[in-house]
């Protein structure tokens, strides 16, 4: 007898039927659905903490303002605080060029 055929204990054969099992269909939803979870997790969680550095820096920049306006006389107040927004610059621009490295 061939592979596909198999007797029983009657005289017809029958055929051997290798049915997919369809736990694997599940299991591979299922794993499919938790990688997209977790991705959606990853970027809420990424969110989140995106808009709290957001506030913690807008916190900072509003902090060292009034400490340059209480700490440094009146007359070098206007040149300090111009550097201090260029540093602040330099370092944005600096983030965001390696930001755009990395997504091409």
Excluded at 5 to 22: E, L, V, Y
Excluded at 23 to 35: L, N
Excluded at 57 to 64: E, G, I, M, W
Aim: negative net charge; hydrophobic residues 45%.
């Amino acid at each position: 007898m061939s592979d596909e055929t198999a007797t029983n204990t009657g005289s017809q054969p029958t055929k051997r039927q290798h049915a997919p099992d369809p736990d694997a269909d599940i299991d591979d939803a299922d794993r499919e659905f938790a990688s997209r979870l977790r991705r959606y997790l990853d970027y809420a969680v990424l969110a989140g903490l995106l808009l709290l550095a957001l506030i913690a820096v807008l916190q900072f920049y509003l902090n060292a303002s009034q400490t340059i306006s209480t700490w440094v006389t009146p007359e070098y107040r206007a040149p300090f605080q111009a550097v201090f927004n260029l540093v602040i610059l330099l370092v944005s621009g600096l983030g965001i060029s390696i930001q755009l490295r990395r997504l091409t």
